[in-house]
């Protein structure tokens, strides 16, 4: 594409990009409803480094077509060797860490065309999968409520990407990880717990569970979880733990707690607390682990609340210590492994102005939605947000007498708002490069994590629900929508 461009002498017209994505995972049994943006420091750090190497330039020059000729011309080439890079692009784009919903661009690229149509698979692929973890992680924090979340994904992610799939967890809502690298790179101390080998080890070499957490505890007398389902749980695992944290009491040093990765979780978790409080030993937390995901946590909390009054346990101050090490179904984002963001050309240079672009689909939710544009995000007089609406860049609500949302395909549905119907209103994309140049603060990881949490608790209580969310509405303003419409009437009567 970008060599017939630039053959067709377009390959320096300005052109822009929308990329968002239109619907939110669904996991089978449960679904989102919001998403939390993330990969955009990444994507960043890539853009400003890539650029065509004369060792790319000679693998693209050994293509050939079908005939045997020379698939990408020498002139073409010379053009990327001189002109291969981002310099020139601009980008704006929600910040890490926001909630954002289907239709509405996440990132907007502006810039030549050829460059802009380069970036596009480069884009998708770290925005995309980084927004998908953070989501599922967001959604993992909601239900633990405020319980520690541990990643523990690094072992069964896809290569390499599992460290983004590790810092996207952590803007979603894990506290810490057991990958080390990715802990290092932003700022956190990692977490963990020692494996079954250690365990499995001594045994094989004749000595017992109970030498193995001795072993530990001494090596680690202030760190000490002790993994209790080697052998047996309830029988062995607890009570040789609570030997040891009364050995390290004696000495002067807290134990930690113990973890759990097998069984039946929740019951388990109510005879380990009950024998630990008995012990003296209220204060050790109770880390789970075990394909858990947002559905298994609820499941388990409701299991525990269900259940711990039977035993003549305190359910609340059981789930209150509760810490949840969560590996595999988040990295992978279970049930749901990938999210469908898209790249599409909304406008280009004329020489003049600019010119919407639309692509018309024979399923009007691929539609696109033409021109240069803005999001706002409007606020309900509660200070929750009630919809999200996408302007053309020339308009701001602020101004508007009465505020009209379109529903983005469905020409019967819309609302009307009054200004004085909402308590605030704020556009969401922000000027990130100017042609190349980095424009923006990079924020914090703990700058990008208070603005998830303060962006998911102004949601309303049903689309934060993890089974059968509330729908978020996304809408077109009046002009918009009529500049959708007068250009698919256009291209359908072939005017």
Known sequence: ??????????????????????????????????????????????????????????????????????????????????????????????????????????????????????????????????????????????????????????????????????????????DFTSNVGLSSTMGLPPKGTHAHSLVQAYLALGQSELDAFRAFAEVYPDDCILLVDTVDTLESGVPNAIRVFEELRAKGHKPVGIRLDSGDLAYLAIQAALMLDRAGFADTVIVLSSDLDELVIWQIQTQI???????????????????????????????????????????????????????????????????????WRLYDRRGLATADMICLDEEDPRRMEQIVLRHPVEPSMFRVLEPTALSGMEPLLVE????????????????MRERRRADVERLDAGVRRIVNPHIYHVSLSQRLWDLKQELRRRLESGD
């Not at 599922?136 to 405020?146: D, L, N």
């Not at 490069?433 to 990881?445: K, T, W």
């Open 1 to 174: 594409m970008a060599q017939l461009y630039f053959r067709a002498g377009l390959h320096e017209r300005p052109a822009q990009f929308d990329h968002y994505f239109r619907r939110y995972p669904d996991y089978g049994m449960h679904a989102a409803g919001y998403c939390v943006v993330a990969g955009l420091e990444w994507l960043l750090d890539w853009m400003r480094a890539a650029r065509f190497r004369e060792e790319d330039l000679a693998y693209l020059r050994a293509q050939r077509t079908r005939a045997g000729a020379q698939l990408f011309a020498d002139d073409f080439l010379d053009y990327l060797r001189h002109h291969g890079h981002f310099e020139a692009i601009s980008l704006s784009a929600i910040p890490e860490g926001r909630v954002v919903h289907p239709g509405v661009p996440l990132s907007v690229v502006r810039g030549p065309l050829a460059m802009a149509q380069i970036l596009e698979t480069a884009l998708l692929n770290q925005l995309n999968y980084q927004t998908l973890i953070a989501t599922k992680a967001a959604r993992i924090r909601e239900v633990s409520r405020a319980s520690m979340v541990l990643e523990f994904g690094l072992r069964r992610g896809q290569d390499r990407g599992a460290n983004a799939g590790t810092r996207a967890a952590l803007i979603g809502g894990a």
């Open 305 to 375: 609340a269900a259940e711990a009054g039977r035993y003549g346990a305190d359910a609340d101050a059981i789930i209150h210590r509760l810490v949840y090490g969560v590996g595999t179904r988040l990295v992978t984002s279970h049930g749901e492994g990938a999210l469908g963001g898209v790249y599409k050309l909304v406008a280009i240079h004329d020489g003049t102005d600019w010119r919407p672009a639309i692509k018309i689909a024979d399923s009007p939710a691929k539609m696109t939605t033409p021109g240069l544009k803005q999001t």
């Open 432 to 447: 990130v490069l100017r042609e190349g140049h980095l424009v923006y603060d990079l924020p914090s990881l703990e700058a």
